[in-house]
């Protein structure tokens, strides 16, 4: 037997409220840095090493929240076994699933009439996704439970994962007419 393998990799897009969150920050900060910076000289005191040491620590915290917004998911099969990493500003690795696809109760479109009571059940339910948003044949879930635990995975659906789910866990798997 042979040993099936699929990775993909999905870049999170952060929408119109990731892009405006960017935007605004930077311009509050700039603000923030001149006022800071202006009114205790306009009142006579010579702080600007601590106000400038001060801009430069929030410039700094703006940057790594505007870069850690940055997100990818990397997704890979080998034989029965499901991994979802977060890639986190191209750098930090975060494992997030690591589960049998044998173990799954569903595997669907989050189009089907099953989603909403399965995501009424999960305990949890976790976007790997490139949209805030699934919708559409395109987005599938893994619902999965352990003992009394059950969680949602939501992601990207390509033709050639099918065959694998199919393999592992034929009951389970939303049949494609």
Do not use: H
Not at 44 to 50: A, D, L, S
Not at 67 to 72: C, G, L, S
Not at 116 to 145: I, K
Not at 156 to 166: D, Q, S, T
């Amino acid at each position: 037997m042979e040993n099936l393998f699929y990775e993909n990799i999905v870049k999170r897009d952060n929408g119109r409220l990731g892009k405006l969150f960017s935007v605004v920050t930077v311009i509050a900060l700039v603000i923030f840095i001149i006022f800071f910076t202006l009114i205790p000289m306009l009142f006579g005191y010579n702080i600007i090493f601590v106000t400038g040491m001060l801009s430069f620590g929030l410039s700094y915290l703006i940057y790594r929240l505007i870069k850690n917004q940055n997100k990818e998911y990397e997704l890979s099969i080998v034989n029965d076994q499901f991994t979802i990493t977060r890639i986190t500003n191209g750098k930090k690795r975060d494992l997030l699933v690591d589960t049998s696809i044998r173990d799954c109760e569903y595997i669907g479109p989050v189009t089907s009439d099953r989603y909403n009571d399965d995501l009424q059940n999960s305990s949890y339910c976790l976007n790997c996704t490139d949209v805030r948003e699934p919708a559409g044949e395109d987005y599938w879930y893994l619902f999965c439970g352990e003992s009394s635990y059950k969680y949602m995975v939501k992601f990207n659906y390509e033709e050639e994962m099918y065959e694998l789910f199919r393999r592992y866990n034929i009951r389970r798997t939303y049949r494609i007419t």
